[in-house]
T-cell receptor
Protein backbone atom coordinates (compact mmCIF):
# COMPACT_ATOMS: atom_id res chain seq x y z
CA UNK A 1 0.00 0.00 0.00
CA UNK A 2 1.16 3.52 -0.80
CA UNK A 3 2.53 5.73 1.96
CA UNK A 4 0.92 8.97 3.04
CA UNK A 5 2.27 12.25 4.38
CA UNK A 6 0.23 14.50 6.65
CA UNK A 7 1.04 17.59 8.71
CA UNK A 8 1.70 16.83 12.34
CA UNK A 9 -0.91 19.23 13.66
CA UNK A 10 -3.39 21.91 12.68
CA UNK A 11 -5.61 24.40 14.45
CA UNK A 12 -9.07 25.48 13.36
CA UNK A 13 -11.56 27.97 14.75
CA UNK A 14 -14.90 26.59 15.83
CA UNK A 15 -17.52 27.02 13.12
CA UNK A 16 -14.97 27.36 10.34
CA UNK A 17 -14.08 24.75 7.76
CA UNK A 18 -11.19 22.46 8.62
CA UNK A 19 -9.13 21.42 5.60
CA UNK A 20 -6.77 18.53 6.26
CA UNK A 21 -4.28 17.72 3.49
CA UNK A 22 -2.71 14.39 2.65
CA UNK A 23 -0.03 13.53 0.11
CA UNK A 24 0.03 10.07 -1.46
CA UNK A 25 2.23 10.52 -4.50
CA UNK A 26 2.89 6.79 -4.96
CA UNK A 27 -0.76 5.76 -5.01
CA UNK A 28 -1.63 3.14 -7.61
CA UNK A 29 -4.71 2.93 -9.76
CA UNK A 30 -6.59 0.43 -7.61
CA UNK A 31 -5.89 2.03 -4.25
CA UNK A 32 -8.50 3.96 -2.33
CA UNK A 33 -8.02 6.92 -0.01
CA UNK A 34 -9.57 6.41 3.43
CA UNK A 35 -9.93 8.80 6.33
CA UNK A 36 -10.40 7.73 9.93
CA UNK A 37 -10.26 9.80 13.08
CA UNK A 38 -9.54 9.00 16.70
CA UNK A 39 -10.99 11.10 19.44
CA UNK A 40 -9.06 10.95 22.68
CA UNK A 41 -9.40 7.63 24.54
CA UNK A 42 -11.68 6.14 21.88
CA UNK A 43 -11.20 3.70 19.04
CA UNK A 44 -10.71 5.05 15.52
CA UNK A 45 -13.83 5.97 13.58
CA UNK A 46 -14.36 5.79 9.84
CA UNK A 47 -15.07 9.13 8.15
CA UNK A 48 -15.05 8.74 4.38
CA UNK A 49 -13.25 7.10 1.47
CA UNK A 50 -12.82 7.65 -2.27
CA UNK A 51 -11.10 6.37 -5.37
CA UNK A 52 -11.11 9.12 -8.00
CA UNK A 53 -14.18 11.28 -7.59
CA UNK A 54 -14.86 13.74 -4.83
CA UNK A 55 -17.07 12.32 -2.12
CA UNK A 56 -19.37 13.82 0.49
CA UNK A 57 -21.27 12.34 3.39
CA UNK A 58 -22.86 13.64 6.56
CA UNK A 59 -19.51 14.00 8.28
CA UNK A 60 -17.15 15.41 5.68
CA UNK A 61 -16.10 15.92 2.08
CA UNK A 62 -13.13 14.34 0.37
CA UNK A 63 -11.45 16.16 -2.49
CA UNK A 64 -9.00 14.08 -4.54
CA UNK A 65 -6.77 15.79 -7.09
CA UNK A 66 -7.04 14.72 -10.71
CA UNK A 67 -3.65 12.98 -10.63
CA UNK A 68 -4.69 11.36 -7.32
CA UNK A 69 -1.38 12.25 -5.68
CA UNK A 70 -3.01 14.22 -2.92
CA UNK A 71 -6.34 14.74 -1.22
CA UNK A 72 -8.04 17.03 1.28
CA UNK A 73 -10.54 16.14 3.95
CA UNK A 74 -12.95 18.96 4.66
CA UNK A 75 -15.01 19.29 7.81
CA UNK A 76 -17.35 22.09 6.74
CA UNK A 77 -18.23 23.52 10.15
CA UNK A 78 -15.78 22.26 12.74
CA UNK A 79 -16.94 21.91 16.34
CA UNK A 80 -14.99 21.31 19.53
CA UNK A 81 -16.00 17.65 19.30
CA UNK A 82 -14.04 17.35 16.05
CA UNK A 83 -10.78 17.72 17.97
CA UNK A 84 -9.04 14.43 17.20
CA UNK A 85 -6.22 12.72 15.34
CA UNK A 86 -7.11 12.33 11.66
CA UNK A 87 -5.55 9.50 9.69
CA UNK A 88 -5.24 9.41 5.91
CA UNK A 89 -4.73 5.84 4.69
CA UNK A 90 -4.23 4.49 1.21
CA UNK A 91 -5.34 0.94 0.69
CA UNK A 92 -6.43 -1.50 -1.93
CA UNK A 93 -10.08 -2.44 -1.83
CA UNK A 94 -11.94 -5.04 0.14
CA UNK A 95 -10.45 -6.98 2.96
CA UNK A 96 -7.00 -5.55 3.30
CA UNK A 97 -5.66 -4.27 6.56
CA UNK A 98 -5.43 -0.60 7.47
CA UNK A 99 -1.91 0.74 8.07
CA UNK A 100 -2.10 3.79 10.31
CA UNK A 101 0.55 6.51 10.19
CA UNK A 102 1.01 9.27 12.74
CA UNK A 103 -1.96 11.28 11.45
CA UNK A 104 -2.76 14.97 11.94
CA UNK A 105 -3.76 16.30 15.33
CA UNK A 106 -6.61 18.72 14.68
CA UNK A 107 -7.38 21.14 17.48
CA UNK A 108 -10.64 23.04 17.16
CA UNK A 109 -10.62 26.14 19.30
CA UNK A 110 -13.45 28.38 20.45
CA UNK B 1 -26.96 0.60 18.00
CA UNK B 2 -24.57 -2.21 17.09
CA UNK B 3 -21.10 -1.87 18.59
CA UNK B 4 -17.94 -3.84 19.06
CA UNK B 5 -17.50 -4.66 22.72
CA UNK B 6 -14.24 -5.38 24.49
CA UNK B 7 -13.54 -6.74 27.95
CA UNK B 8 -11.97 -5.87 30.24
CA UNK B 9 -11.71 -2.13 29.61
CA UNK B 10 -8.75 -1.84 31.96
CA UNK B 11 -6.30 -4.46 33.19
CA UNK B 12 -3.37 -4.08 35.53
CA UNK B 13 -1.21 -7.13 36.00
CA UNK B 14 2.25 -8.14 37.04
CA UNK B 15 4.99 -9.24 34.74
CA UNK B 16 4.81 -12.93 33.98
CA UNK B 17 1.05 -13.24 34.36
CA UNK B 18 -1.28 -14.39 31.62
CA UNK B 19 -3.59 -11.78 30.15
CA UNK B 20 -6.70 -12.55 28.11
CA UNK B 21 -8.59 -9.84 26.25
CA UNK B 22 -11.96 -10.52 24.67
CA UNK B 23 -13.83 -8.97 21.80
CA UNK B 24 -17.39 -9.39 20.62
CA UNK B 25 -17.67 -8.26 17.00
CA UNK B 26 -20.81 -6.73 15.59
CA UNK B 27 -23.33 -9.44 14.75
CA UNK B 28 -22.99 -10.45 11.13
CA UNK B 29 -19.46 -9.11 10.70
CA UNK B 30 -17.08 -11.75 9.40
CA UNK B 31 -13.70 -10.02 9.71
CA UNK B 32 -12.05 -9.24 13.04
CA UNK B 33 -8.88 -7.25 13.59
CA UNK B 34 -6.63 -6.79 16.62
CA UNK B 35 -4.58 -3.58 16.91
CA UNK B 36 -2.20 -2.30 19.53
CA UNK B 37 -1.58 1.38 20.25
CA UNK B 38 1.36 2.89 22.11
CA UNK B 39 2.75 6.39 22.21
CA UNK B 40 5.98 5.26 20.57
CA UNK B 41 4.64 3.00 17.81
CA UNK B 42 1.16 4.37 17.22
CA UNK B 43 -1.54 2.01 15.96
CA UNK B 44 -0.22 -1.35 14.78
CA UNK B 45 -2.13 -4.28 13.36
CA UNK B 46 -1.39 -7.48 15.25
CA UNK B 47 -3.62 -10.00 13.50
CA UNK B 48 -6.88 -10.45 11.67
CA UNK B 49 -9.39 -13.17 10.95
CA UNK B 50 -12.01 -13.73 8.30
CA UNK B 51 -14.79 -16.23 8.88
CA UNK B 52 -12.86 -17.24 12.03
CA UNK B 53 -9.75 -18.26 10.10
CA UNK B 54 -6.52 -16.35 10.72
CA UNK B 55 -5.44 -14.43 7.63
CA UNK B 56 -2.48 -12.45 8.87
CA UNK B 57 -0.72 -12.50 12.21
CA UNK B 58 2.61 -11.15 11.02
CA UNK B 59 2.39 -8.18 13.38
CA UNK B 60 2.11 -10.33 16.46
CA UNK B 61 5.06 -11.53 18.59
CA UNK B 62 4.66 -15.27 18.17
CA UNK B 63 6.44 -16.37 21.29
CA UNK B 64 4.00 -14.83 23.76
CA UNK B 65 0.92 -13.66 21.88
CA UNK B 66 -1.89 -15.78 20.52
CA UNK B 67 -5.19 -14.84 18.88
CA UNK B 68 -8.19 -17.06 18.32
CA UNK B 69 -11.84 -16.98 17.38
CA UNK B 70 -13.57 -19.82 19.23
CA UNK B 71 -16.82 -18.84 17.56
CA UNK B 72 -18.23 -16.08 15.38
CA UNK B 73 -19.21 -13.98 18.39
CA UNK B 74 -15.93 -14.07 20.30
CA UNK B 75 -12.33 -13.20 19.52
CA UNK B 76 -9.57 -13.51 22.11
CA UNK B 77 -6.06 -12.15 22.38
CA UNK B 78 -3.79 -13.77 24.95
CA UNK B 79 -0.39 -12.76 26.22
CA UNK B 80 1.59 -15.33 28.17
CA UNK B 81 3.80 -14.39 29.87
CA UNK B 82 3.16 -10.65 29.90
CA UNK B 83 5.98 -8.12 30.00
CA UNK B 84 6.06 -4.39 30.83
CA UNK B 85 6.64 -3.58 27.15
CA UNK B 86 3.20 -5.06 26.39
CA UNK B 87 1.58 -2.12 28.16
CA UNK B 88 -0.65 -0.50 25.57
CA UNK B 89 -4.24 -0.04 24.47
CA UNK B 90 -5.49 -3.02 22.50
CA UNK B 91 -8.29 -2.39 20.03
CA UNK B 92 -10.52 -4.88 18.35
CA UNK B 93 -12.32 -3.96 15.13
CA UNK B 94 -14.80 -5.82 12.97
CA UNK B 95 -15.94 -5.44 9.38
CA UNK B 96 -18.96 -6.76 7.51
CA UNK B 97 -18.91 -8.98 4.45
CA UNK B 98 -18.72 -6.90 1.32
CA UNK B 99 -19.92 -7.58 -2.17
CA UNK B 100 -17.82 -4.74 -3.49
CA UNK B 101 -14.37 -3.37 -2.93
CA UNK B 102 -14.83 -1.62 0.37
CA UNK B 103 -15.48 -2.49 3.98
CA UNK B 104 -15.48 -0.08 6.87
CA UNK B 105 -13.86 -1.19 10.09
CA UNK B 106 -15.77 -0.60 13.32
CA UNK B 107 -13.55 -0.25 16.35
CA UNK B 108 -14.25 -1.18 19.94
CA UNK B 109 -13.41 1.05 22.92
CA UNK B 110 -10.14 -0.76 23.62
CA UNK B 111 -8.56 -2.56 26.56
CA UNK B 112 -5.95 -0.52 28.40
CA UNK B 113 -3.30 -2.96 29.64
CA UNK B 114 -0.67 -2.06 32.21
CA UNK B 115 1.99 -4.63 33.02
CA UNK B 116 3.99 -3.81 36.16
Amino acid sequence: DAKTTQPTSMDCAEGRAANLPCNHSTISGNEYVYWYRQIHSQGPQYIIHGLKNNETNEMASLIITEDRKSSTLILPHATLRDTAVYYCIVRKGYGNKLVFGAGTILRVKS
Amino acid sequence: DARVTQTPRHKVTEMGQEVTMRCQPILGHNTVFWYRQTMMQGLELLAYFRNRAPLDDSGMPKDRFSAEMPDATLATLKIQPSEPRDSAVYFCASAPPSGGTYNEQFFGPGTRLTVL
